[in-house]
């Protein structure tokens, strides 16, 4: 998707926005650092994302190379989706906004010790204890 996505500029910040500064695309991501993998798991998160635009995200980010799909059943195909390294390297970005937003907006809850001692290592597929 980067390759053939269409970018508003060369600036850093605002590609990095056309690429995850969605609505929802991190909230995504950070159901994903808490163990989120299947399409039903992100459509029963807290936000309710419509089911057409969670299967719209899911698309776009697995073309920008953020999650890949593992299909776990056939009859119908269903798939868990994985971040790729690219995706938890997204994990400071979430870490950050969860401090700001704690910071910042009285009505949030502090970030959970989980999210803020993790490393994207932690998140990749293939770890021992995944």
């Known amino acids: 998707m980067t390759d ?21 695309t991190l909230v995504i991501v950070r159901d994903m650092i808490f163990g989120a993998a ?3 798991d ?3 998160g807290a936000e ?4 057409n ?3 719209n995200r899911l698309r776009r980010m697995t073309v920008a190379g953020l999650v890949r799909q593992e299909k776990y059943q056939a009859r119908p195909d269903r798939f868990r989706y ?12 979430v ?16 970030p959970p010790d989980a999210l803020l001692q993790a490393q994207p290592a932690d998140l990749m597929p293939g770890k021992p204890d995944a």
């Open 48 to 51: 309710r994302i419509p089911r």
């Open 42 to 44: 992100f459509a029963r």
């Open 95 to 110: 870490q950050a906004l969860s401090l700001w937003s704690a910071a910042h907006l009285g009505h949030v809850y502090p």
């Open 4 to 24: 053939s996505m269409t970018f508003r500029s060369d600036c850093p910040v605002a590609s990095a926005l056309d690429l995850v500064g969605d609505r929802w």
């Open 82 to 93: 994985l971040l790729t390294a690219k995706g938890a390297d997204l994990l400071p970005v």
């Open 38 to 40: 299947t399409f039903g």
């Open 53 to 55: 635009i969670l299967a």
